[in-house]
């Protein structure tokens, strides 16, 4: 029996388990409304611990470490979906934890999560999970060529390969150990996009705009937010699917979304991510009502209000390799002579830096975030334009 949810006022000490960009953000958001704030993390130089009230150094699984987040929080949440369900579980049995483990579990792993998309009726691409040699020898012609992924743990195109037949999916699988995979058919993508909610414990539901996303090496790189970027009437069918997959998982914190929007217009759902999401982050400077605020208040069982974007906004991803140089040397610390021009950068009008506190840069790590507003969209496109030369 979880502990019972009340209303958890300014005032009170929000946790987070993870200690990464998100947590710190949600940290951020948490304390400019009047919360206390603690981080899990074993990292001593994680990113939210380190502008966090309160930072136990521990493992997620370690029951001291668990008791003293649960001794000093009125509520707990999440930042990264690879905290072990059971860690969560753990600690709903002292103190409303949100989302819940059983939500979380299934975002965990894929051939989980698709099972939920076909039970919620939302499309997904055609797929077979991979778990026996028997499986293997069953998957359907149809399916290639395909992608194949690890059921547990990927992310930013980690733990996934493009098989193009039957003996490279083979070979695929044996790189991966044979553990439990979803061999997904590859589709022809006209776009990427991604609708985050946010859900009540009373079951209300607002949403964010939905964000059209472009990728570089399977990282995002870039996120778009304004009219015309994307076509309506399937983001209002995304929005619909995404409360849906929200609904059917009674889920009660933000959770994000992903769609492929295809050639042939069809819309079909690939992942989602149960905390705030990279694509969402331009509702820190965009709207009204940022997903870290969202965060914050599903978790304390605040109001929800509908988010009113404010302008039209473009997100640049700022990625290890900036900092960088020519040679590909790498720098001695992030404030080295080779990081970003960043005066150049918030010289340009509507410029809003976001950076993580990490202390080392390296390829495909995500440093920061650049977010661009502006009054029209030609304007936000243009700064976006000059900034991304600027950043190289
Ligand atoms: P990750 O957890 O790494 O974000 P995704 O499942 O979102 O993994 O895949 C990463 C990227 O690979 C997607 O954003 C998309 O560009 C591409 N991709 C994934 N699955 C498919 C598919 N079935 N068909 C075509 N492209 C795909
Ligand atoms: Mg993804």
Not at 215 to 242: C, D, F, K, W
Not at 298 to 305: D, F, K, N, S
Request: aromatic residues 6%; negative net charge; charged residues 15%.
């Amino acid at each position: 029996m979880s502990a019972s949810f009340d209303r958890i006022l300014p005032g009170a000490t929000l946790g987070v388990m993870g200690g990464g960009q998100l947590g710190r953000m949600f940290v951020h958001a948490a304390q400019s409304m009047g919360y206390f704030t603690a981080v899990l993390d074993p990292d001593v130089s994680s990113p939210a611990g380190r502008v966090s009230h309160h930072h136990i150094r521990a493992d997620y699984l370690d029951p001291q470490g668990l008791a003293q987040l649960s001794a000093v929080c009125d509520a707990i949440t999440t930042e990264f979906e690879n905290v072990p369900a059971p860690a969560l579980a753990a600690l709903a049995k002292s103190r409303p934890v949100a989302p819940d483990a059983a939500a979380v579990g299934i975002a965990q792993d894929r051939a989980q999560e698709k099972a939920h998309f076909v039970r919620c009726g939302v499309p997904c691409a055609p797929y077979a999970v991979i778990d026996s040699a028997e499986a293997l020898a069953a998957v359907p012609t149809e399916l290639l060529p395909g992608i194949l992924k690890t059921a547990r743990m990927g992310y930013d195109g980690k733990g996934q390969v493009r098989v193009a037949d039957a003996a490279t999916l083979a070979a695929a699988w044996a790189q991966f150990k044979h553990v439990t995979c979803v061999l997904e058919k590859m589709l022809p993508l006209a776009a990427e996009c991604s609708v985050i909610v946010a859900r009540g414990r009373d079951g209300a539901m607002v949403h964010l705009p939905p964000q059209r996303n472009l990728h570089r090496e399977g990282i995002l790189a870039v996120t778009e937010v304004y009219e015309g970027n994307l076509p309506l009437a399937q983001m209002a069918s995304a929005v619909t699917a995404a409360k849906s997959i929200a609904e059917g998982l009674a889920y009660v914190g933000v959770l994000c979304v992903e769609f492929f929007l295809l050639q042939d217009g069809a819309l079909v759902v690939n992942e989602i991510a149960p905390r705030p999401h990279n694509s969402g982050h331009y509702s820190m400077d965009a709207c009204d009502v940022s997903q870290f605020e969202l965060q914050v208040r599903t978790l304390a069982g605040l109001p929800l209000v509908t988010p009113r974007q404010h302008s039209p906004a473009i997100m640049l991803n700022l990625l290890g390799d900036l900092w960088f140089d020519a040679n590909g040397v790498r720098p001695a610390a992030v404030t080295a002579p080779t990081a970003p021009p960043w005066a150049e950068v918030l010289a340009l009008p509507g410029t809003h830096l976001h950076l993580y506190g990490k202390l080392e840069a390296k390829p495909g790590r995500k440093m920061g975030h650049l977010n661009i507003t502006g009054a029209t969209v030609e304007e936000v496109r243009a700064t976006a334009l000059q900034a991304s030369q600027l950043l190289g």
